[in-house]
Nanobody, 124 residues
């Protein structure tokens, strides 16, 4: 079972930037997809971005394209989410997730391991 530890959340003003990191341990990530989801207060958890470990293919939710960048570090077993031009509506708890790569990465059911979440708050 993989363990995921997130870091990097915090409070930032609108237009600012934050970088989230997620370190994975406990299993090799060679055939995995790593993703970020978020859940705002009173809302459903939603897909933000993901990266396929082998090959590095990435995909993003429409509402973050051009603002967020997901990347992986094979040496550190870490996936990062660089968030720029943050908006108040980006305020949420952000969760890192990992799962076996099956060709799908947009749904919570595609992932079998989750981090504890890190709070991101964007003030207006």
């Amino acid at each position: 079972q993989v363990q995921l530890i997130e870091s990097g959340g915090g409070l930032v003003q609108a237009g600012g930037s934050l970088r989230l990191s997620c370190r994975a341990s406990g299993r090799a990530l060679g055939n995995n997809v790593m993703g970020w989801f978020r859940q705002a207060l009173g809302k459903e958890r939603e897909f933000v971005a993901a990266v396929v470990w082998i090959g590095g293919w990435t995909d993003y939710a429409a509402f973050v394209k051009g603002r967020f960048t997901i990347s992986r570090d094979n040496v550190e077993n870490t996936v990062n989410l660089q968030m720029n031009s943050l908006k108040p509506e980006d305020t949420a708890v952000y969760y890192c997730a990992a799962g076996a790569w099956t060709g799908s990465l947009y749904y919570q059911r595609d992932y079998d391991a989750w981090g504890q979440g890190t709070q991101v708050t964007v003030s207006s």
